[in-house]
């Protein structure tokens, strides 16, 4: 089965940020996110609907769909944890307050278990968080 996985960069009260260098974060590619990018066959954008998704994920074999949460596109990215396509999320912390108001996870998400499956801390603080939806029983 094919993978959908969410990957999102929030401040640690939940806003999408923009893992940018700065006098105290390492450059981006010293996180792990360029692998992460070039293990996915499609980057996904708003232009892909739900069920497009759902049918790539039953056609299956090991494909890897990333779509990147930014500020602009929260809505979509919350739409398809809604509708439950997401398969991962790979969560970047870091250790700052946006306070922009623009949060990530929208209330009127439905209830699903999620495991650790790996995490990463940084030498300037950000955490790498991998999540794997669990099966509904």
Not at 16 to 29: A, G, S, W, Y
Not at 79 to 93: K, P, T
Not at 102 to 113: G, R, T, V
Not at 124 to 133: A, P, Q
Request: glycine residues 6%; negative net charge; hydrophobic residues 40%.
């Amino acid at each position: 089965m094919a993978k959908i996985q969410l990957l999102a960069v929030i401040s640690i009260d939940g806003c999408p940020m923009k893992l940018h260098p700065r006098k105290r974060l390492l450059q981006t590619e010293d996180y792990g996110m360029d692998e992460i990018r070039a293990n996915a066959l499609y980057k996904l954008t708003s232009d892909y609907s739900v069920s497009v998704l759902q049918e790539w994920r039953e056609e299956g074999g090991s494909i890897c769909h990333l779509l990147e949460v930014t500020a602009g596109n929260t809505e979509y990215a919350n739409g398809l944890l809604r509708m439950n396509v997401i398969d991962e999320i790979i969560l970047y912390v870091v250790p700052t307050i946006d306070g922009n108001g623009a949060h990530f996870f929208k209330s009127a998400l439905p209830m699903n278990d999620w495991r650790l499956m790996e995490n990463k801390t940084y030498r300037d603080g950000v955490i790498r968080l991998t999540y794997h939806k669990e099966p509904r029983a």
